[in-house]
């Protein structure tokens, strides 16, 4: 027997409203996600600004970044008075002119976590941009006297914190950025770069903090100049031969995590803290070859 047409006609209104209600159900779950989507993407976008901020605030308070060209270590003054009373973890304050690098650096004694997951202010790292904070390894002594001495910092994806030493990776961008400037209690470092290491995560023995001889010292050294990335311009290899002390600068390589950046450099110039800060240096600048003399330097403070 046939439908009726009025049967038919039901039938196919039925069908239409299980298919409206079906696409408006598809619209609002949708449009659901869509909202968590921008909300956690806003989100993130919040954590990068405000950990970036946070870390702004701290330079306004203790450092003032030099203007112009013409910069001389004596002229580089950190508040480090404020920098302990927001933690008095600070062993030093980094500096690469023509990048973002301009933080403070922590240090605790035999731990390389701690600092991955909590920032300068102490804060710990939540869902989002976890800062963590600019360290010098748990392996080195706080008073950078060690023959290798190893700085980390997370790579950031907006390019904040070590990030730009990731790019040092190309010599162009290397031989721009020679200068690096650490600023400790007991003087001013100006360092000179030599080098870029690209390696896995296991490799542990290129942070060894001091070596058993110095033909020992001198063959790490050699290496890190013949294994280098870069090609350094002009080469400093003479003055890295003769170098007693180096420091590492060190990121992830921002693929897979698994492989690390690490920059080299040796001692240029040193300026003792009694300098700082002060018209009187000019002439007096120390050129610094041998660990002793560094701890003459900030014994020499304290008197």
């Not at 006297?145 to 790019?167: C, K, Q, T, W």
């Not at 050294?221 to 003055?239: G, H, M, R, Y």
Request: aromatic share 14%.
């Amino acid at each position: 027997m046939a439908e009726s047409p009025a049967s038919t006609a039901e039938e196919k209104k039925k069908k239409k409203k299980k298919g409206g209600l079906l696409w408006r159900l598809i619209f609002w779950l949708a449009l659901i996600v869509l909202i968590g989507s921008l909300g956690t993407l806003g989100y993130l976008f919040y954590t990068y600004w405000q950990g970036q901020n946070d870390y702004d605030q701290i330079a306004e308070r203790a450092f003032a970044e030099p203007e112009g060209d013409d910069i001389t270590l004596a002229d580089l003054v950190v508040d480090w008075d404020a920098l302990r009373d927001i933690n008095p973890d600070v062993v030093a304050w980094v500096y690469v002119p023509g990048t973002v690098i301009n933080y403070p650096v922590a240090h605790k004694d035999g731990d390389s976590e701690y600092y991955l997951h909590h920032n300068f202010s102490l804060g710990e790292g939540r869902f989002g941009a976890e800062y963590g904070s600019i360290m010098l390894s748990g392996e080195n002594n706080g008073d950078f006297s060690d023959e290798v001495n190893i700085l980390y910092g997370h790579h950031m994806r907006n390019g904040s914190m070590f990030a730009p030493f990731a790019e040092f990776r190309e010599s162009d961008v290397f031989n721009k950025h020679r200068t690096i400037y650490l600023l400790t209690p007991d003087g001013n470092y100006r360092l000179q770069t030599f080098a870029v290491e690209h390696v896995p995560m296991t490799h542990a023995s290129i942070a060894t903090p001091n070596y058993a001889t110095d033909a020992e010292f001198a063959e790490f050294k050699q290496w890190l100049i013949e294994n280098s990335v870069v090609t350094a311009d002009p080469d400093t290899s003479d003055t890295v031969a003769d170098a007693t002390k180096l420091f590492g600068f060190c990121t992830c390589d921002g693929a897979d995590n698994t492989w690390r950046y690490i920059t080299f450099a040796d001692v240029a110039e040193f300026v003792p803290a009694k300098y700082v800060g002060t018209d009187d240096y000019e002439g007096k600048r120390v050129k610094e070859k041998t660990v002793d003399k560094i701890a003459d330097a900030a014994e020499e403070r304290t008197e």
